[in-house]
């Protein structure tokens, strides 16, 4: 007994032939992801462990390769200037991450996030022991402003809401002018008394490529051996 039923229409072949290359060239399109995302995170590791250099000011143009370079500032913080980047969570808490102008001694600001505080902790009355007084010395990566994601809701200075870091209206907002279009992101030294918890910079990815590309291939896979057992099932008995 012949185990063909019949032979696949060429509209069902074609179909089964596209969905194949495609589901192919997802899997290739996340192998690829998968080197890239590797490379950046190696990238970032190196540039972060390297001894700090001093924050740049005078800056015309942004560098790409400064993105997670470890860097040192110094000056004074202006606490009673403080922005706050909204809906940050740290281990499933809800919070905040604080922006602190951080003034040079002519007088200009670099934007420093300082780190993450609970809802709780927004308030400056809440942490006093965390308002650094005087000249300090600030160490962190340095980070580049990305400009706001299409689903990302406005900044909102006037409540004092910022959903992205804007260093020319934050700096405008801070009364002050801007010495860098870099921002310095402070690192994991803890503050007194807990609070802003620094080291936020997320210097490692989350990187699921090899995850996502296996599931392409599985899919394609099954995509043949169904068009193959589909096409190789025995005739139907109860057939006239």
């Known amino acids: 007994m012949a185990l063909l039923k019949s032979r696949p229409t060429v509209a069902i072949s074609i179909t089964a032939g596209l969905a194949f290359l ?3 060239a997802l899997c290739v399109w996340q192998i690829e992801r998968l ?16 001894p700090p250099v001093e924050f740049p000011v005078d800056v015309d143009k942004v560098n790409p390769d400064m993105a997670f370079r470890a860097a040192i500032a ?13 809906a940050r969570t740290m281990q499933g808490s809800v919070g905040y991450q604080v922006i602190t102008p951080l003034e040079q001694a002519d007088g200009r ?24 007084q005087g ?13 706001r994601h299409w689903a990302q809701p406005e900044n909102d200075p006037v409540k004092n809401q910022w959903f992205y870091v804007d260093p020319p209206h ?13 921002y310095l992101e402070a690192d994991a030294t803890p503050n007194p008394g ?12 989350p990187n699921n490529h090899l995850q996502y590309a296996i599931t392409w291939f599985c899919l394609a896979v099954a995509l043949v051996v169904i068009f193959i057992v589909y096409h190789r099932r025995p005739p139907d008995s109860s057939a006239k």
């Open 22 to 24: 495609v589901l192919m």
């Open 35 to 50: 080197f890239w995302k590797e490379n950046l995170i190696a990238e970032r590791e190196a540039r972060a462990g390297l």
């Open 74 to 86: 110094h000056g004074r913080f202006l606490h009673d200037q403080e922005m706050y980047l909204m």
């Open 109 to 132: 600001i670099i934007l420093v996030n300082r780190g993450w505080v609970p809802d709780d902790k927004r308030d400056l009355a809440t942490r006093p022991e965390g308002q650094l």
């Open 135 to 147: 000249l300090v010395d600030v160490t962190g990566v340095i980070r580049i402003a990305r400009p």
């Open 170 to 182: 934050m700096a405008e907002e801070a009364g002050g002018d801007l010495a860098s279009p870099y």
């Open 194 to 205: 807990g609070f802003p918890i620094g080291g936020q910079a997320r210097v490692m990815l």
